[in-house]
């Protein structure tokens, strides 16, 4: 089992950056997992964002945030990242970390996360 926090959420203005990180903590090493970011907007469904393998050489977006938004993992630290660079207003959402089995292929379904952080806000302003 693991336990994930995510901080870094806030408010921006359109243009702006932010960085969200995600601590994870639990027995295991953090690179016994994929990692994935998901966010959850007023009204909409929860969504894929960007995901990681657990090594960190594999990684994917969604058509809406690639290009502008980076994730990374540091195993040592059990910690992952979002970097979000040209934020839109449409960005503006709670953001979640989530924590997968290490398969060979990052998956995108929210179902397919065993365990979830508690979200951090993100608003971008226009």
């Known amino acids: 089992q693991v336990q994930l926090r995510e901080s870094g959420g806030g408010s921006v203005q359109a243009g702006g950056s932010l960085r969200l990180s995600c601590a994870a903590s639990?027995?295991?090493?953090?690179?016994?997992?994929?990692m994935g970011w998901f966010r959850q907007a007023p009204g909409k469904e929860r969504e894929f964002v960007a995901g990681?393998?657990?090594?960190?050489?594999?990684?994917f977006y969604a058509d809406s945030v690639r290009g502008r938004f980076t994730i990374s993992r540091d195993n040592g630290n059990k910690m992952v990242y979002l970097q979000m660079d040209t934020l839109k207003p449409e960005d503006t959402a709670i953001y979640y970390c989530?924590?997968?089995?290490?398969?060979?292929?990052?998956?995108?379904?929210?179902?397919?996360?065993?365990?979830w952080g508690q979200g951090t806000q993100v608003t971008v302003s226009s």
């Open positions: 639990s027995r295991r090493a953090l690179s016994d997992y994929n």
């Open positions: 990681i393998s657990w090594g960190g050489s594999s990684t």
């Open positions: 989530a924590a997968d089995q290490p398969y060979m292929v990052v998956r995108v379904a929210v179902s397919a996360y065993q365990y």
